[in-house]
């Protein structure tokens, strides 16, 4: 059993079953001492970005939590372009029950981050799928969120 915490575009199941990411339980997670931002640079469209966490003390990023075993991982791997472009490292994630969990995350290489940069609108719509297991207030912030198009 593996857990893998996503906050970007794999928070919507949808994608994942496409993606054939295999995974038994899904559920509600809190990071905390991250913050989301819309850093890592989409090479397909000039200004575009995808999500990415950033360690800042006061914030939080939520997710989810998926179990799944180390075959999909690898599978998440070649999706988010490991190591190229994204890390694979391991935070402790807290569960809606206040558990603290260890998880995967992918974080975007430092290499392939410029400031300024706003997301799809197609794609902050995969982020705003997860809305089942996020709270009412940070759903809200995602969807205020500037998109590029």
């Known amino acids: 059993m ?17 993606r054939n990411i295999y995974y038994t339980n899904v559920y509600s997670g809190i990071l905390r001492g991250w913050k989301l931002v819309f850093n890592k640079i989409d090479e397909t469209l000039n200004g575009a970005g995808y999500a990415n966490i950033i360690k800042s003390f006061k914030d939080h990023v939520e997710g989810v939590i998926y179990e799944t075993d180390s075959k999909s991982i690898e599978k998440l791997n070649k999706f988010e372009g490991v190591p190229k472009h994204y890390e694979k490292i391991n935070l402790k994630v807290k569960d809606k029950n206040d ?6 995350v992918y ?13 799809r ?6 982020l705003l799928k997860g809305k089942f297991y996020l709270s009412v207030e940070y759903h809200k912030i995602l969807s205020n969120v500037k998109t590029i198009d």
């Open 2 to 18: 593996v857990f893998y915490f996503a906050y970007g575009s794999n928070m919507d199941e949808a994608r994942m079953r496409i």
């Open 99 to 104: 558990n603290e969990i260890e998880c995967i």
């Open 107 to 119: 974080v975007a290489n430092i290499l392939m981050t410029k400031e300024g940069l706003k997301p």
């Open 121 to 126: 609108k197609e794609y902050l719509a995969h």
